[in-house]
């Protein structure tokens, strides 16, 4: 199994920048993917961006250009967050996909709460 914990969450304003980290626990050499999320009041949970074990990565279109995704061996996995915007402010979530007894499963941290002001 796979645990992870976020932190790094704070209130910004905007054009400012955060970093938000995911410390990663339990079978990380089970792990094909780690993935970051919002979630906005009222809206669905979306993807910011995602890393596989080959190290390719994936952004949504807002994220691009201002956010990165990187990891240290998997212990860690970060997202940068620059020029941040008022439509940032969400809940953010780690997220790691890993092989479990021949299957696959996934796991979610408790989030982090980002507030970007104007």
């Known amino acids: 199994q796979v645990q992870l914990v976020e932190s790094g969450g704070d209130s910004v304003q905007a054009g400012g920048s955060l970093r938000l980290s995911c410390r990663v626990s339990?079978?990380?050499?089970?792990?094909?993917?780690m993935g970051w999320y919002r979630q906005a009041p009222g809206k669905q949970r979306e993807l910011v961006a995602d890393?596989?074990?080959?190290?390719?990565t994936k952004y949504a279109d807002f994220a691009k250009g201002r956010f990165t995704i990187f990891r240290d061996n998997y212990k860690m996995v970060y997202l940068q967050m620059n020029r941040l915007e008022t439509e940032d402010t969400a809940v953010y979530y780690c997220?790691?996909?890993?092989?479990?007894?021949?299957?696959?499963?996934?796991?979610w941290g408790q989030g982090t709460q980002v507030i970007v002001s104007s």
């Open positions: 890393l596989n074990d080959g190290g390719s």
């Open positions: 339990g079978s990380t050499s089970s792990i094909i993917l």
């Open positions: 997220k790691a996909i890993f092989r479990f007894r021949g299957d696959f499963e996934e796991s």
